[in-house]
C-alpha cells in the first residue's frame, strides 16, 4: 500500500494515543489477521495491543516497524514523532542523475509561495488564523518536500559506508 503523503507528523490529532495509532496501523494491514501474517505475533496478541483495556500491552517496535514497512503507513511512527513535536518526512528516492537546478528551482518556488500566502494572509490582520492555517500548512508541506528531493539527491552522492 502507498502512503497519501509523504509528511506524516503534521496532523498529531489524527492518532489520539498510541493504541488508537495501533487500530490504525492494523487497519492499513488489512485487520489483525492478515497483519498476524506479516509479523511475528499472532493475531490476539495484535488485538491486545490495539485494545484500550489491555493499557500494559503495547506493539513492540520490531512489529511496528515490519507492519508499517510492509503497508507503507506509518501512524504509530508518526504518532510517536508527533508527540515529540518532531516532523515525519518520508525522504523521495534519490535521482539517478539529480537534475540540480531543476531541484534549486523547485525550492525557490515552493518557498516563495509560503512567503506569499503567508504574506497575504498577514496583510488583512497580521495574524494568520485557522482558517487561512491549513491553507499555508499545505504550502509550507510542498517547500519540506522540494527540500527533501534535494537533500536525497545530495544524500545519494554521498560514498557508500
Not at 508527533?82 to 540540480?100: F, I, K, S, Y
Amino acid at each position: 500500500m502507498q502512503s497519501r503523503s509523504r509528511i506524516h507528523s503534521f496532523h498529531p490529532e489524527r492518532y489520539g494515543n498510541v493504541k488508537t495509532a495501533v487500530r490504525a496501523l492494523l487497519h492499513a494491514a488489512g485487520g489483525e489477521a492478515r497483519a498476524a501474517e506479516l509479523c511475528r505475533v499472532s493475531k490476539s496478541t495484535l488485538s491486545e495491543y490495539g485494545n484500550p483495556a489491555h493499557a500494559d500491552r503495547h506493539m513492540p517496535i520490531d512489529v511496528v516497524l515490519s507492519l508499517e514497512t510492509a503497508t507503507g503507513e506509518m501512524p504509530v511512527t508518526g504518532h510517536l514523532a508527533a508527540t515529540q513535536d518532531c516532523v515525519l518526512l518520508r525522504l523521495p528516492d534519490a535521482d539517478a542523475e539529480p537534475e540540480w537546478l531543476a531541484h534549486l528551482t523547485n525550492i525557490g518556488k515552493e518557498a516563495g509561495d509560503v512567503f506569499n500566502r503567508a504574506g497575504e494572509f498577514l496583510a488583512d490582520d497580521g495574524d494568520i488564523d485557522a482558517t487561512e492555517a491549513p491553507t499555508l500548512l499545505r504550502e509550507v508541506d510542498e517547500l519540506l518536500m522540494a527540500v527533501a528531493g534535494m537533500r536525497a539527491a545530495v544524500r545519494g552522492r554521498l560514498p557508500a559506508d
